[in-house]
């Protein structure tokens, strides 16, 4: 049988052929033949092939073409608009928010202008990098392929080929387009308009000034109707919506300006004679209107480089992930594209390699640069069996690795998410913005309209020019949107800063409260400590051998998943301890948050854990075994007791080394004025050694997730502002109390949850860092303020003409343009420079 269809994406000869051999190769087809003019293939075969077999074979082949039966009339219509789709879906995050945050997190799926204060919306940053580099022959486009070779067609090397850019940067780029239309056509303009000032004008010579009034009227109409048309655009929906802002003004001024000019050239006779030249024509103000229109331009065109750069901290973790890996199938190593990738996979990762997912080594053993997640410069050790990360560095051996998180589980891929819902999150100083700017642009346009009655009243002659004037200069010289970045900025920028050194901002609030704690509280486990526990010996009492107490507590901690159970387990297992080969097994399990884990031992009640525990198990202790113990956890270790049926038996004694830099950081905080209070499950004896050595003057032992929580409320209650730190699912809820909660990344997933701040790294050293970075980012964000509040109570009087009288000054709407535009700039720039802040 013989079907004819159509074909969609040929545009040469070499796809023709191309095509008509993917087809032909396909089992069941007997002669395939592709005709480039009709875009048809007819194809012979034995028995009917579905269509989609014939699809599924382009699409394997690259996806460039289609195929569709001949009355599809919408498939080559779906295949171009899928073909765009799925590239720019590869290169752009779908996502656009408002720099200024007029609507909170708000977010919109696609480009546009904010509908309340019509400002440019801003892409998100993609969170993964997994579109993978392909290449494509320069003579035939129509050849793409995964990886370098050379095109079927011609033999020429295959290139790789350009990503598509993203939405920032197409907007920066028609801006700027429409920025050179603009200067191209204000400057003439601007020229005819200034020889005015020139004696005996030789312009005036070529023709009179009532035809340049109109060749500025032509001139001026590319840079009002299509350069800037925007702007009038978002000053009539602005009014509409009564969400007055900044385009409010400039339409307004520059509007009256233009509007009024072509008034004055179409009816000459309406006006009085002060605003006539010698020569009976009206003043035409195109020159001021277009040099306004055209000034903001520019400030929108600088605007947009510099929205490029505040998030480039997150452009810059993007990159750290690579876009291949090499996958090991049946003992043969393949490349393929990061997005190929799936959990239990084994993938080589060869020396000077990026990690492409997070998983585990298999074999082999490297040291890992992990300086672009955490901060730290100095490349840590990995053997088989430790976790590494997505986008950090191998050294110079080659490991094998099993991919355990993928995509946007990796924690480079949270990392960003992070980012991203921080920077677009709202401080609360912001709100004082806000509060000015919801009366700014009525009372700017109140202050105009006095402005023209004032000098039309008591202004020198001529009298209503002075007033029109003024009037315009001080819609445009006021630039609320200077205000409302004042704060977006500094957070995007230094939310970004924070990432590249480890330390994760939740939300711009956290951020912003850190800068007010008085009181610091630290868990003692994995937060001043490494949280990698190990067993230093067993102690027994004469009923029982150290290898049957061992016997019990491996028996017991097998159905536990806390950080000491581990350790014990792994001890067990070095000691080659086999409770079920000795017949004990463990039934009736129990984990006593903050206190341990009973359970029922071949009919015997069990019970390991604390003090604590061994009260609510009714067990006894001997004096000698209490003494024992007590000399253990004065040194500063965990000891675990264990009793069956009522009575202590034995001990495991665990210690647990304090982190290197605990000590300096902890100093370096009370150096700051911040109260450092260590607050631990563990008992007294224990705690005392390690706050002493540690010189904390201020801890709390034996406490339980209740406890901890009620030592943050009775702070707060005396007024105090409080930061809790902590890695464990029993910090959790004192952690989503406190003021600031700063996780542990080395912890649990619920207390990162429930924390505002998290230090990827894990250490002390880590909250001094997220200290200093709110100190900066705070600063900024005042200065910022400080600077668009001055400039606006300054600006807006010295527009008005307020200097005049005194010094006979008078502000140009021009000059007022150009101010106003690099307000906004202004205020970005400066928060672009926490990009080089010192948080270390």
């Given at each position: 049988?013989?079907?004819?269809?159509?074909?969609?994406?040929?545009?040469?000869?070499?796809?023709?052929?191309?095509?008509?051999?993917?087809?032909?190769?396909?089992?069941?087809?007997?002669?395939?033949?592709?005709?480039?003019?009709?875009?048809?293939?007819?194809?012979?075969?034995?028995?009917?092939?579905?269509?989609?077999?014939?699809?599924?074979?382009?699409?394997?082949?690259?996806?460039?073409?289609?195929?569709?039966?001949?009355?599809?009339?919408?498939?080559?219509?779906?295949?171009?608009?899928?073909?765009?789709?799925?590239?720019?879906?590869?290169?752009?995050?779908?996502?656009?928010?408002?720099?200024?945050?007029?609507?909170?997190?708000?977010?919109?799926?696609?480009?546009?202008?904010?509908?309340?204060?019509?400002?440019?919306?801003?892409?998100?940053?993609?969170?993964?990098?997994?579109?993978?580099?392909?290449?494509?022959?320069?003579?035939?486009?129509?050849?793409?392929?995964?990886?370098?070779?050379?095109?079927?067609?011609?033999?020429?090397?295959?290139?790789?080929?350009?990503?598509?850019?993203?939405?920032?940067?197409?907007?920066?780029?028609?801006?700027?387009?429409?920025?050179?239309?603009?200067?191209?056509?204000?400057?003439?303009?601007?020229?005819?308009?200034?020889?005015?000032?020139?004696?005996?004008?030789?312009?005036?010579?070529w023709m009179p000034i009532k035809y340049w009034n109109w060749i500025q009227f032509g001139l001026s109409i590319p840079v009002v109707f299509y350069a800037?048309?925007?702007?009038?655009?978002?000053?009539?929906?602005?009014?509409?919506?009564?969400?007055?802002?900044?385009?409010?003004?400039?339409?307004?001024?520059?509007?009256?300006?233009?509007?009024?000019?072509?008034?004055?050239?179409?009816?000459?006779?309406?006006?009085?004679?002060?605003?006539?030249?010698?020569?009976?024509?009206?003043?035409?103000?195109?020159?001021?209107?277009?040099?306004?229109?055209?000034?903001?331009?520019?400030?929108?065109?600088?605007?947009?480089?510099?929205?490029?750069?505040?998030?480039?901290?997150?452009?810059?973790?993007?990159?750290?992930?690579?876009?291949?890996?090499?996958?090991?199938?049946?003992?043969?190593?393949?490349?393929?594209?990061?997005?190929?990738?799936?959990?239990?996979?084994?993938?080589?990762?060869?020396?000077?390699?990026?990690?492409?997912?997070?998983?585990?080594?298999?074999?082999?053993?490297?040291?890992?640069?992990?300086?672009?997640?955490?901060?730290?410069?100095?490349?840590?050790?990995?053997?088989?069996?430790?976790?590494?990360?997505?986008?950090?560095?191998?050294?110079?051996?080659?490991?094998?690795?099993?991919?355990?998180?993928?995509?946007?589980?990796?924690?480079?891929?949270?990392?960003?998410?992070?980012?991203?819902?921080?920077?677009?999150?709202?401080?609360?100083?912001?709100?004082?913005?806000?509060?000015?700017?919801?009366?700014?642009?009525?009372?700017?346009?109140?202050?105009?309209?006095?402005?023209?009655?004032?000098?039309?009243?008591?202004?020198?002659?001529?009298?209503?020019?002075?007033?029109?004037?003024?009037?315009?200069?001080?819609?445009?010289?006021?630039?609320?949107?200077?205000?409302?970045?004042?704060?977006?900025?500094?957070?995007?920028?230094?939310?970004?800063?924070?990432?590249?050194?480890?330390?994760?901002?939740?939300?711009?609030?956290?951020?912003?409260?850190?800068?007010?704690?008085?009181?610091?509280?630290?868990?003692?486990?994995?937060?001043?400590?490494?949280?990698?526990?190990?067993?230093?010996?067993?102690?027994?009492?004469?009923?029982?051998?150290?290898?049957?107490?061992?016997?019990?507590?491996?028996?017991?901690?097998?159905?536990?998943?806390?950080?000491?159970?581990?350790?014990?387990?792994?001890?067990?297992?070095?000691?080659?301890?086999?409770?079920?080969?000795?017949?004990?097994?463990?039934?009736?399990?129990?984990?006593?948050?903050?206190?341990?884990?009973?359970?029922?031992?071949?009919?015997?009640?069990?019970?390991?854990?604390?003090?604590?525990?061994?009260?609510?198990?009714?067990?006894?202790?001997?004096?000698?075994?209490?003494?024992?113990?007590?000399?253990?956890?004065?040194?500063?270790?965990?000891?675990?007791?264990?009793?069956?049926?009522?009575?202590?038996?034995?001990?495991?004694?665990?210690?647990?080394?304090?982190?290197?830099?605990?000590?300096?950081?902890?100093?370096?905080?009370?150096?700051?004025?911040?109260?450092?209070?260590?607050?631990?499950?563990?008992?007294?004896?224990?705690?005392?050694?390690?706050?002493?050595?540690?010189?904390?003057?201020?801890?709390?032992?034996?406490?339980?997730?209740?406890?901890?929580?009620?030592?943050?409320?009775?702070?707060?209650?005396?007024?105090?502002?409080?930061?809790?730190?902590?890695?464990?699912?029993?910090?959790?809820?004192?952690?989503?109390?406190?003021?600031?909660?700063?996780?542990?990344?080395?912890?649990?997933?619920?207390?990162?949850?429930?924390?505002?701040?998290?230090?990827?790294?894990?250490?002390?050293?880590?909250?001094?860092?997220?200290?200093?970075?709110?100190?900066?980012?705070?600063?900024?964000?005042?200065?910022?303020?400080?600077?668009?509040?001055?400039?606006?109570?300054?600006?807006?009087?010295?527009?008005?003409?307020?200097?005049?009288?005194?010094?006979?000054?008078?502000?140009?709407?021009?000059?007022?343009?150009?101010?106003?535009?690099?307000?906004?700039?202004?205020?970005?720039?400066?928060?672009?420079?926490?990009?080089?802040?010192?948080?270390?």
């Open positions: 049988m013989t079907h004819t269809y159509k074909i969609h994406g040929m545009t040469c000869n070499g796809c023709r052929g191309h095509v008509e051999k993917t087809l032909s190769e396909i089992e069941g087809v007997s002669k395939a033949s592709v005709n480039l003019e009709k875009a048809e293939a007819v194809i012979e075969m034995e028995k009917h092939i579905p269509l989609n077999v014939f699809q599924k074979a382009l699409e394997e082949d690259g996806g460039k073409y289609s195929i569709s039966l001949p009355d599809d009339a919408e498939a080559a219509q779906q295949h171009q608009m899928k073909k765009e789709e799925k590239r720019a879906k590869q290169n752009s995050s779908g996502t656009f928010y408002c720099p200024m945050h007029c609507e909170g997190e708000k977010t919109y799926d696609k480009p546009g202008d904010c509908p309340v204060c019509g400002m440019d919306l801003v892409e998100e940053a993609k969170t993964s990098n997994s579109s993978p580099t392909q290449y494509t022959c320069p003579m035939h486009p129509e050849i793409v392929r995964d990886k370098p070779g050379s095109c079927p067609i011609c033999g020429m090397d295959l290139v790789p080929m350009e990503v598509d850019e993203s939405a920032e940067n197409k907007t920066y780029k028609k801006l700027l387009n429409k920025f050179w239309i603009a200067v191209a056509f204000t400057f003439p303009i601007f020229i005819i308009a200034m020889s005015e000032m020139i004696p005996n004008n030789p312009l005036y010579d800037t048309w925007m702007f009038f655009e978002r000053a009539y929906k602005s009014i509409k919506t009564w969400n007055l802002n900044m385009f409010t003004l400039i339409g307004i001024g520059a509007g009256v300006a233009w509007i009024f000019s072509v008034f004055g050239m179409l009816f000459p006779d309406f006006f009085p004679p002060q605003f006539k030249t010698e020569s009976g024509t009206v003043h035409v103000y195109f020159e001021a209107a277009t040099v306004i229109l055209t000034l903001v331009l520019m400030g929108q065109v600088l605007e947009a480089r510099a929205h490029n750069r505040t998030n480039s901290a997150v452009k810059e973790l993007l990159k750290l992930a690579p876009n291949k890996a090499v996958r090991i199938v049946d003992g043969k190593e393949e490349t393929i594209a990061i997005d190929k990738i799936e959990v239990g996979d084994k993938l080589r990762v060869k020396p000077g390699e990026k990690i492409p997912v997070d998983g585990s080594i298999l074999e082999g053993e490297s040291s890992i640069d992990e300086s672009m997640i955490t901060g730290e410069p100095v490349p840590v050790t990995k053997r088989e069996g430790d976790k590494v990360s997505s986008g950090t560095i191998n050294g110079k051996q080659t490991f094998v690795m099993k991919a355990e998180k993928i995509g946007s589980d990796t924690l480079l891929s949270q990392i960003i998410e992070m980012v991203n819902k921080a920077s677009r999150s709202r401080a609360p100083i912001q709100k004082l913005a806000d509060k000015i700017s919801g009366w700014f642009v009525p009372i700017v346009v109140l202050i105009s309209v006095v402005t023209f009655i004032v000098w039309a009243v008591f202004g020198p002659e001529p009298k209503y020019v002075f007033a029109l004037v003024n009037a315009i200069a001080v819609l445009i010289i006021a630039c609320p949107c200077a205000l409302g970045l004042a704060t977006p900025m500094s957070v995007m920028v230094g939310v970004g800063k924070g990432a590249q050194n480890g330390v994760l901002i939740k939300n711009a609030e956290a951020l912003e409260t850190l800068n007010k704690i008085d009181v610091l509280i630290i868990d003692k486990t994995g937060t001043i400590t490494e949280g990698k526990p190990s067993v230093e010996k067993v102690g027994s009492s004469e009923d029982f051998s150290d290898e049957k107490v061992l016997q019990y507590i491996v028996s017991l901690n097998q159905n536990s998943e806390h950080p000491l159970a581990d350790a014990t387990l792994k001890y067990g297992k070095k000691q080659n301890t086999d409770p079920e080969a000795s017949g004990l097994k463990t039934t009736d399990f129990n984990s006593v948050t903050g206190k341990g884990v009973t359970g029922i031992i071949n009919g015997k009640k069990a019970a390991l854990g604390n003090e604590k525990m061994m009260g609510e198990a009714g067990a006894d202790i001997s004096q000698e075994l209490q003494k024992e113990i007590s000399e253990e956890q004065k040194k500063g270790k965990t000891v675990p007791m264990l009793s069956v049926d009522g009575k202590v038996v034995g001990y495991i004694v665990i210690a647990d080394k304090i982190k290197e830099n605990s000590k300096a950081a902890i100093a370096e905080l009370q150096k700051k004025g911040i109260q450092v209070i260590m607050l631990t499950g563990d008992n007294h004896d224990t705690a005392k050694a390690v706050a002493s050595e540690l010189n904390l003057a201020d801890f709390k032992a034996e406490m339980l997730p209740q406890d901890k929580l009620e030592v943050v409320e009775k702070l707060q209650a005396e007024g105090k502002k409080v930061a809790m730190a902590g890695d464990g699912i029993n910090d959790a809820p004192a952690l989503a109390k406190s003021d600031v909660g700063i996780a542990m990344g080395t912890g649990t997933d619920v207390a990162i949850e429930s924390a505002g701040v998290t230090l990827v790294k894990g250490d002390l050293h880590g909250i001094v860092k997220a200290f200093h970075l709110s100190e900066k980012v705070m600063g900024n964000i005042k200065q910022n303020l400080f600077f668009a509040l001055i400039y606006n109570t300054l600006g807006v009087p010295i527009a008005a003409g307020v200097l005049f009288p005194f010094f006979g000054i008078l502000l140009s709407p021009m000059i007022a343009a150009l101010a106003m535009s690099f307000s906004s700039v202004s205020v970005i720039t400066n928060a672009l420079r926490l990009r080089t802040a010192k948080i270390d």
